[in-house]
């Protein structure tokens, strides 16, 4: 009888495996589900350089502003899309909430200090470099108004 207690937790323990390769395309297809959100905040990003150019404001510091500012911003994202998804299978909820919270006070505080270096030291457009931040929040609304479909084909 002591040899079919022990059997069964082995058995029990047979799914273990499953969460554990399934964690690597959880992150793969996560991000990949993300990918209309990247390229909305990157076309938003290119139509307001459009803009830029069409008022007459075109200069090598928009350019670089938008470049800085779209790559903090998709970085950001991914990082603390990363970082909850780590959150999320932490040994315990509130483990992972701590994760979840220091790194969310970790991204800020580099978001701010790359941010206010590239605005202090005046290579970069200030507004062109700011924009893109907020973008984030138009590009998830964009993203989220095609989900639906592709969920009700499916």
């Not at 909305?40 to 928009?62: H, P, T």
């Amino acid at each position: 009888m002591d040899e079919n207690k022990t059997n069964e937790p082995q058995s029990a323990e047979a799914p273990v495996p499953a969460p554990i390769s399934a964690e690597g395309p959880s992150a793969g297809k996560t991000l990949k589900s993300f990918l209309p959100v990247f390229l909305a905040e990157i076309a938003l990003s290119g139509v307001m350089l459009l803009v830029y150019a069409l008022i007459g404001r075109w200069s090598q510091k928009v350019l670089l502003g938008a470049l800085l500012g779209t790559a903090a911003e998709l970085l950001n994202f991914t990082v603390m899309t990363l970082s909850l998804l780590r959150a999320e299978r932490a040994e315990s909820s509130a483990k992972g909430q701590l994760a979840a919270r220091g790194n969310y006070i970790l991204r800020i505080v580099v978001l701010l200090a790359v941010l206010v270096a590239a605005l202090a030291s005046g290579y970069v457009d200030p507004l062109a470099t700011l924009l893109p931040l907020c973008f984030m929040r138009i590009a998830l609304f964009a993203a989220n108004l095609k989900r639906p479909e592709k969920e009700v084909k499916s």
